[in-house]
């Protein structure tokens, strides 16, 4: 049971080995299902983000392996699901407001909570951070993607929950205490309280 670097993942118990087949079972609904529908065709040039049927020239046209002949030919992946990041997509849908469980439901599929579930949680955070650290142009330059798929518009978080916000402060808080060296035996009180809560075990359910 490990938790990835975030303000949110890690203060759940996280098996990666359990998530990854779930994460592999939104890839797979993307690649072959979402990314030929109408639906999401339509919403992704609303928000101006290529799918991957549409990358040229390293276009994936489904999740099927590729002979190994025809991929190092063709310059494309080897055979195997191909390495199609799901997250510049998360990152699109937080940062314009539409990331609703039924969108999310489009682009990824039934497993999409157990599966992307975790790093849109994450997502959201690290989306306020963003707010915080700079002004609206700074956030829109960390969510532009150069240079054709820059993002169209901003919107605040959506239906921010109380918890989500006091994660993102403690995690704040330990962030500006790293900046300053105030860190392991020289973190503040505070932060050591809040440490050693997180340390404690938990229930593997989140």
């Known amino acids: ?20 087949p779930r994460y592999q079972s939104c890839q797979r609904y993307f690649l072959d299902d979402a990314q030929h529908s109408v639906p999401i065709q339509a919403l992704s ?32 992946t080897p055979p195997g699901l191909p390495a199609v990041s799901l997250i510049p997509y998360i990152r699109r849908l937080v940062a314009t407001g539409m990331d609703f469980p039924g ?29 915080k650290s700079g002004g609206w142009a700074s956030v829109k330059k960390d969510y532009d993607m150069s240079p054709l798929e820059t993002i169209p518009f ?37 932060l050591q309280d809040f440490l050693s809560q997180d340390s404690r075990p938990r229930s593997a359910c989140c």
């Open 103 to 131: 969108v999310l439901h489009g682009f990824f599929g039934d497993d999409w909570g157990s599966g992307v579930g975790p790093l849109h949680k994450q997502e959201r955070l690290n989306y306020l951070f963003a707010a």
């Open 45 to 76: 040039a609303f928000l101006n983000i290529h799918l991957p049927f549409q990358r040229q020239p390293s276009l994936v046209l489904t999740s099927s392996p590729v002979s190994a002949s025809s991929s190092s030919s063709a310059g494309l």
């Open 154 to 190: 901003l919107c605040p978080l959506q239906e921010p929950l109380q918890a989500e916000i006091e994660a993102t402060e403690r995690s704040w808080s330990q962030w500006l205490a790293m900046e300053d060296w105030m860190v392991g035996p020289r973190a503040p009180d505070i």
């Open 1 to 20: 049971m490990i938790g990835p670097a975030g303000a949110s993942i890690t203060e759940d118990i996280f098996d990666i080995f359990e998530w990854y």
